[in-house]
C-alpha cells in the first residue's frame, strides 16, 4: 500500500485542485492541457487525505493523521482508507 | 531612433504601445475603435477612464514595438507549449530568463514567423519584435498577438477570455457559451433583433470591478466600437425540439462554463487562477443549460424563467 500512496503523491503535481465547502475539486493536466471533462471531486475525509499526503506515508501515518483530524475507530479509517485509495489510484492512472 | 506612443483602451485595460515614429505603424480596422488618446502628454487629462483604470496613474500594459523578428535578442530557452495542429503551430511559447518569449507565425502561412515577443509578467512589460507586414508597416498587434497579450492579461488580474456570445437589453446581461455550432451567433441574432445591443457575437472578455462581473469585447477583425455590459445571466446553449431551461447547480456546471474559457493549460498557476474565477461566477451569476429553438419565442421563453 505504501507503494500506491506514494504513487498518488506523485500525481499529485498534475492536478489543479481548488476547496468548494468541503468538497475538493480536482483537475487533471494533461499533455500541457487541463481536462475539465475529466474532474474529480473529493468529500471532507478525501480531500483531507489529498492536502495531508507526503512522500514517505505509509497506511499508518495516514490513518494517524486522519484520526487526529476526525474521531473515527482506527480500524475502520484503515478499511476505508485503503478503499479510498485504491479508487483514487485506479482514477489518477487513467488520466 | 524616436518612439512615440499610442494608447488603447481594451475592456477597461489601458494598453501603451511604444512605437518607432519613423515608420507606418499599422493597427487594422477592428482597432479603430480602441485607440483613445494620440499621445502620451495628453493621457491623464484626456482619460478619466484612465485614472480609474489604474490607480498608480500607470498603463496596465506597456509593449515596446521593435522592428524585425531578427533583432530579437536569442536568450529564450525550452518550449513550454504551442498552438499547433498535426503539422503547423501558430505559436510557441519558450522559458526565458525574464518571463515568456513567444514565437507567433502569420496566421495564413504558418511558415513565416510575425513575431518574437517577450515578456516581463514583473515590469508587465511586451517587448514585440516584428517583420514588416506585406504593405512595409510595422503590424505588432496582428492577430494573433494580440489575443495572446489579453490571455496573459486575464491571468493577472480578475479576467477570462471565454468562447462566448454576449447580449444586453438594457436592463440585463447575457451571455451565452458553448462550442462552435451550438448558437451563440444565432441567440445574438435573435436577442438584436429584438433590439438589444450585440457585445460581441464570439468572444467576450470578462472582468470583475467592484465586485461585479462586467463583459466587454475586444477588437476583432471586423471595425467596431468598445462595448460593455453587466453580466447577470449565464447560458450554455445547444440545439433541442423544444425549448428547455435547465438551471446548474454545483462543480458540473461550473466545469461546463470553464471548458469555454481560453486556457492555455501549460502553467498550472494559470489554470488556477481561472478556475477560482470561474468559482467565483458561478458563485454570483446562475448558469443555465438551454435547449433553443431558434425563434423569437425563445426570448419570451428566457425572460419569464428568470423572473420566475
Redesign the interface.
Known amino acids: 500500500m505504501k507503494e500506491v500512496i506514494q504513487q498518488i503523491y506523485e500525481k499529485k503535481e498534475h492536478y489543479v485542485c481548488r476547496h468548494t465547502g468541503e468538497e475538493l475539486l480536482l483537475i487533471p493536466l494533461k499533455d500541457n492541457v487541463a481536462d475539465f471533462n475529466q474532474y474529480l471531486t473529493l468529500n471532507e475525509v478525501g480531500a483531507f487525505i489529498w492536502d495531508h499526503i507526503e512522500s514517505g506515508d505509509d497506511e499508518a501515518s495516514l490513518v494517524a493523521k486522519i484520526c487526529l483530524e476526525f474521531e473515527a475507530d482506527k480500524n475502520e479509517v484503515l478499511i476505508d482508507l485503503q478503499h479510498f485509495l485504491e479508487k483514487l489510484r485506479s482514477f489518477l492512472v487513467i488520466q | 531612433m524616436l518612439y512615440s506612443n499610442i494608447h488603447l483602451s481594451i475592456a477597461d485595460f489601458i494598453l501603451e504601445l511604444s512605437v518607432p515614429s519613423d515608420l507606418t505603424f499599422e493597427l487594422d480596422g477592428g482597432f479603430e475603435g480602441y485607440v483613445m488618446v494620440p499621445s502620451a502628454e495628453s493621457l491623464v487629462p484626456e482619460r478619466p477612464a484612465f485614472v480609474e483604470a489604474s490607480a498608480a496613474n500607470r498603463p496596465d500594459l506597456q509593449m515596446n514595438c521593435h522592428v524585425g523578428c531578427a533583432n530579437a535578442p536569442k536568450t529564450w530557452g525550452k518550449e513550454?507549449?504551442r498552438a499547433a495542429n498535426e503539422t503547423d503551430a501558430l505559436w510557441y511559447i519558450y522559458e526565458d530568463p525574464n518571463g515568456i518569449c513567444l514565437h507567433v507565425n502569420d496566421s495564413e502561412e504558418l511558415s513565416r514567423l510575425q513575431h518574437i515577443a517577450f515578456y516581463d509578467p514583473q515590469q508587465q512589460l511586451w517587448n514585440i519584435y516584428s517583420d514588416l507586414n506585406e504593405k512595409g508597416s510595422l503590424e505588432s498587434l496582428r492577430y494573433p498577438m494580440l489575443p495572446l497579450i489579453l490571455y496573459y492579461l486575464s491571468t493577472e488580474h480578475q479576467a477570462l477570455l471565454i468562447h462566448a456570445s454576449g447580449v444586453f437589453d438594457g436592463t440585463h446581461g447575457r451571455l451565452f457559451s458553448g462550442f462552435s455550432g451550438v448558437g451563440k451567433s444565432t441567440m445574438a441574432g435573435l436577442w438584436q433583433a429584438s433590439g438589444a445591443e450585440v457585445i460581441n457575437d464570439d468572444r467576450l472578455m470578462l472582468r470583475k470591478i467592484d465586485g461585479h462581473w462586467w463583459m466587454y469585447n475586444t477588437p476583432m477583425y471586423y471595425s467596431d466600437v468598445p462595448k460593455k455590459a453587466p453580466l447577470h445571466f449565464i447560458y450554455l446553449p445547444y440545439h433541442h425540439p423544444t425549448n428547455l431551461y435547465e438551471r446548474g447547480k454545483g462543480?458540473q456546471t461550473s466545469?461546463?462554463f470553464?471548458?469555454h474559457c481560453i486556457?492555455h493549460?501549460?502553467n498550472?498557476k494559470h489554470?488556477?487562477w481561472h478556475?477560482?474565477q470561474v468559482?467565483d461566477i458561478a458563485n454570483q451569476i446562475p448558469i443555465t443549460r438551454l435547449g433553443v429553438v431558434p425563434t423569437m419565442d425563445v426570448l419570451t421563453f428566457i425572460k419569464e424563467h428568470e423572473s420566475a
Do not use: E, F
Open positions: 513550454l507549449y462543480i466545469m461546463r470553464m471548458a486556457q493549460g501549460y498550472k489554470v488556477q478556475l477560482d468559482m
